[in-house]
């Protein structure tokens, strides 16, 4: 299928994503996981609206990295800075700044090889993968020359180089 053709396609709040042409429909995510993802976009967006940083949503969204590729994600929860607010128009046309990944038994795999390679390869500058069950968060930083990680449990952490200011007990996200 083509990024058009996925595109076209009828408006639905199951998750989905194309990879290289090919659709791929898991299965709707646990009630934990989307706990999860509501409060991390919760803790985000308290964070960037009132310094006007830009702009978070959660999945499902569209995310078009590549349309010649056909290559279109969902991350669960993603940011735009304000200055680059252009690539939001129905979808997000290119990488946001940062993605956020709730991991899950089913999509640990994937989320954690292909589509952080994927996000490394089309620009986007921060990656946060979340394990509940571990009551972890790696951040990968992508902005250098060099991908940098961090882990963090416990204790408070300035996660971001994208969010400055942004900091938060891990214990708010797994509360």
């Not at 299928?1 to 429909?25: Q, S």
């Not at 735009?80 to 899950?104: F, H, K, M, Y």
């Not at 990656?127 to 972890?136: G, M, P």
């Not at 991908?147 to 797994?174: D, E, H, K």
Request: proline residues 6%; glycine residues 6%; charged residues 20%.
């Amino acid at each position: 299928m083509t990024t058009v053709e996925y595109l076209l396609t009828e408006e639905t709040n199951r998750p989905g994503e194309l990879a290289r042409g090919m659709v791929r429909e898991p299965a709707s995510p646990f009630f934990s996981h989307q706990e999860l993802v509501f409060r991390m976009a919760r803790l985000l967006h308290d964070h960037v609206d009132p310094r006007n940083l830009g702009r978070v949503a959660i999945a499902p969204l569209d995310v078009v990295l590549d349309v010649e590729g056909a290559l279109v994600v969902q991350p669960d929860v993603l940011f735009v800075s304000t200055p680059r607010l252009s690539i939001i128009q129905n979808q997000v046309w290119g990488a946001p700044d940062l993605v956020v990944e709730v991991l899950s038994a089913s999509t640990d795999r994937h989320d954690r090889s292909e589509k952080v390679a994927w996000y490394r390869q089309y620009g986007v500058q921060e990656c946060w993968l979340i394990d509940l069950h571990a009551e972890a968060i790696l951040v990968l930083d992508f902005s250098g020359a060099t991908p940098r990680q961090r882990l963090s449990r416990g204790r408070m952490v300035a996660w971001s180089t994208i969010l400055p200011g942004f900091q938060t007990m891990p214990t708010a996200v797994f509360a």
